[in-house]
C-alpha cells in the first residue's frame, strides 16, 4: 500500500470502509461517483462497479473487486467481522445494506481528514499553482468594466477567464455580489445590476490537479459611504493580525480570536458571524476549522484561509481572504492580489 494507507493502516482499530469521495482520491488517486475503499493492516481493497473497472485495474497498490452497481450493498457479501465506517459520509440506507449482511460497524470520524489537514510538497506545489491561477484572474478581472453589467456576467466572465488560464474547473460557484447583496456572506450572483459608489464582494477559486484554492477580494466603484469605507479598513486590520496568529501550535480558535478582537473592538462584533477561515486542499472547505468553537490547533503544513467579514445588512459586505500555508516561520500567504482597496471603473 502507499504511505497514505499506511499513515492510516496505523491509526486503525479495525479495517475502515471509505466513502468519502475525498478521502477515497486522498488515498488512492482514484475518481469515482460510486466507489468504496476499504483500508486494513495488510491492503487496501477498492470496490467499483463495471463503468469504472477500467480506470480502477491501474490504480497501483490496490486490489480491485468488481461490483455491481449497487456497491455498497454488493460489498457487504465480500465481507464478514468488525468494520469502522465514515459517519459523516455513509447514508442510513447504506448503513443498512452493510448490517444487514451482517458485518459489525463502529461509526470512525475524521481520520482521513486529519491525514488530509498536513500538506505534503506534492500538495502544497499543487496548491500554489492553483493559487497562481486565482491571481492571475483577479488581476483581470479588476481591469474589467464593473458598473453598470450585472453580478452574474461577471462571474461568468471569471469562469471563462480560469478555463483560459487552465484550471480545470472552479472551487465553487464564483460569488460576485454588489451593494446590498454582499451583506449576505454566501450570496448567489444575480441580476443585480453594479451601480457607483459601492462595494463588490468577489470570491473565486480555482482547481488545478485536483486541489483549490480560494480568494475573496472587495472591490469599491467609487467613493464609498463613511460607515462602509470604516468597514473595509477595520476588516483589512482584522485580516493582517489573524494572518500573523497563522502559527504553528497556535489553537485555531485564537487565530480567529487575533482577528474578531479587531472587528469587536470598532464596533462590528455582531456583523462578522462566521469563523476566520478553512482548511483548502482536495476540498475547498476542510480541516482544520478556524473559528470560535474550533477544537484545532495549526501546525506547519496546514494550508488555510484567513478571511473576516463585516456585512451591514441593506448596504454593502466587506470581505477580505488569503489563501496561506502555515510553516514553522512566518506563514507563506499564496494570494498576491492587492488587499488595499481597489477602486474599479
Not at 14 to 31: M, S
Not at 292 to 299: A, E, H, N, R, W
Amino acid at each position: 500500500m502507499n504511505s497514505r494507507a499506511q499513515k492510516l493502516a496505523e491509526q486503525l482499530e479495525e479495517p475502515l470502509i471509505v466513502t468519502t469521495p475525498a478521502n477515497v482520491r486522498y488515498l488512492t488517486g482514484f475518481v469515482s461517483s460510486n466507489v468504496a475503499v476499504i483500508v486494513d493492516p495488510e491492503r487496501v481493497r477498492l470496490f467499483t462497479d463495471f463503468r469504472y473497472a477500467g480506470a480502477a485495474r491501474t490504480v497501483p497498490d490496490v486490489e480491485f473487486v468488481e461490483t455491481r452497481r449497487e456497491t455498497i450493498a454488493h460489498m457487504a457479501e465480500f465481507l464478514s467481522g468488525k468494520f469502522g465506517f465514515e459517519s459523516t459520509h455513509l447514508t442510513y440506507w447504506d448503513y443498512e445494506q452493510l448490517r444487514d449482511g451482517g458485518l459489525e460497524l463502529v461509526p470512525r470520524k475524521g481520520l482521513v481528514e486529519g491525514l488530509r489537514a498536513i500538506k505534503g510538497e506534492d500538495e502544497l506545489e499543487k496548491i500554489r499553482r492553483a493559487a497562481a491561477i486565482t491571481n492571475q484572474a483577479y488581476e483581470r478581472i479588476a481591469e474589467e468594466r464593473f458598473v453598470g453589467r450585472t453580478e452574474r456576467e461577471l462571474a461568468w466572465q471569471i469562469f471563462q477567464i480560469f478555463h483560459e488560464l487552465g484550471a480545470e474547473e472552479e472551487a465553487f460557484d464564483t460569488i460576485v455580489a454588489a451593494g446590498a447583496n454582499g451583506a449576505r456572506p454566501h450570496a448567489d450572483s444575480g441580476d443585480r445590476v453594479i451601480e457607483p459608489g459601492t462595494t463588490i464582494v468577489v470570491d473565486a477559486g480555482a482547481v488545478l490537479d485536483g486541489y483549490c484554492s480560494d480568494c475573496t477580494r472587495t472591490f469599491a466603484t467609487g467613493e464609498l459611504p463613511e460607515e462602509l469605507q470604516r468597514a473595509y479598513d477595520v476588516c483589512l486590520e482584522a485580516q493582517l493580525k489573524g494572518l500573523d496568529a497563522a502559527r504553528p501550535g497556535v489553537e485555531a480558535k485564537q487565530t480567529d480570536a487575533a482577528a474578531r478582537d479587531v472587528i469587536t473592538a470598532a464596533g462590528f462584533g455582531e456583523k462578522f458571524g462566521h469563523g476566520l477561515g478553512h482548511g483548502v486542499g482536495i476540498d475547498v472547505h476542510e480541516a482544520p476549522h478556524v473559528a470560535p468553537i474550533s477544537k484545532d490547533t495549526l501546525v506547519a503544513n496546514n494550508v488555510l484561509t484567513i478571511e473576516p467579514g463585516i456585512y451591514l445588512e441593506g448596504t454593502g459586505g466587506i470581505r477580505i481572504e488569503d489563501l496561506v500555508i502555515v510553516t514553522d516561520g512566518e506563514p507563506e500567504v499564496l494570494t498576491s492580489f492587492p488587499k488595499e482597496l481597489v477602486t474599479v471603473s
